[in-house]
């Protein structure tokens, strides 16, 4: 089993940054495909970012893109997601997420294996 605890959410202003964590324990985290998905009051869970098990390849969400950056420490056994000029649009519940095997494509929710409970991002206008 992998287990999967984010960190880093809170309170933001419009404008602001701010980073979250995944940290991954249990088994080894440089095989697995990760990502990270939201999900609103009363809404579905959505894609935000993935990588692959490498880091060499990133995807995004049309709704985050240029925006938000995800990467991998494998030393660290930690996945990030650092969130720049945020909007009142991003406040959701953020999970991160990992895959045995690579998600086509990488927002296919039902493709991930393991998740973390969330960490909650609030932004102001």
């Known amino acids: 089993q992998l287990q999967l605890v984010e960190s880093g959410g809170g309170l933001a202003q419009a404008g602001d940054s701010l980073r979250l964590s995944c940290a991954a324990s249990?088994?080894?985290?440089?095989?697995?495909?990760m990502g990270w998905f939201r999900q609103a009051p009363g809404k579905e869970r959505d894609f935000v970012a993935s990588?692959?098990?490498?880091?060499?390849?990133?995807t995004y969400a049309d709704s985050v893109k240029g925006r938000f950056t995800i990467s991998r420490d494998t030393a660290k056994n930690t996945l990030y997601l650092q969130m720049d000029s945020l909007k009142p649009e991003d406040t959701a519940l953020y999970f991160c997420?990992?895959?045995?095997?690579?998600?086509?494509?990488?927002?296919?929710?039902?493709?991930?294996?393991?998740w973390g409970q969330g960490t909650q991002v609030t932004v102001s206008s």
């Open positions: 997420a990992a895959a045995r095997f690579q998600p086509r494509p990488a927002s296919v929710t039902a493709a991930y294996d393991y």
């Open positions: 249990g088994r080894s985290f440089t095989s697995y495909f």
């Open positions: 990588i692959t098990w490498s880091g060499a390849t990133t």
